[in-house]
């Protein structure tokens, strides 16, 4: 059975493009509920600690800089089949390769710099939602 959450995160290059908002209205679009939500600015520590599952990979340090590099936008969101629809809504990893009207397509600037996060699974949605967002901070 398909989970009902997705966690995603607006990366610092969307931020700083003042994307935010479209973003976010696409989510909306998409047929998303934002349930919990913050604006944050995460430390090396804390992008580390997220990404911890990437520590053996050769880009590990360059992604824990480029994700503590200035804010982001965490959100929990919910939906029947969430995670897969969240994934067909952000589109590709590499925006050239992305659907037209998806999210990377319309707001990424390159493959690293790629606009959003988003869960790859059900058991992920759930412990990146829970690294972020206390159920207190769910509505």
Not at 80 to 90: K, Q
Not at 118 to 135: L, Q, T
Request: aromatic share 10%; charged share 20%.
């Amino acid at each position: 059975m398909s989970g009902k959450i997705t966690f995603t995160m607006i990366k610092p290059d969307g931020v700083e493009a003042n994307n935010i908002g479209p973003i976010l209205a696409k989510i909306n679009e998409g047929g998303f509920r934002i349930v919990a939500m913050k604006y944050m600015r995460l430390t090396p520590e804390q992008a580390g600690a997220f990404y911890e599952v990437h520590k053996e990979r050769p880009f590990y340090g360059e992604l824990v800089a480029y994700m503590s590099s200035g804010p982001i936008v965490a959100a929990v969101l919910t939906k029947e089949n969430a995670v897969a629809d969240y994934r067909t809504l952000i589109g590709a990893t590499d925006p050239t390769k992305a659907a037209p009207g998806t999210i990377r397509q319309l707001f990424a600037k390159s493959i690293a710099a790629n606009a959003v996060h988003g869960s790859d699974s059900d058991e992920n949605a759930n412990i990146e939602a829970d690294f972020f967002f206390s159920k207190l901070e769910r509505y």
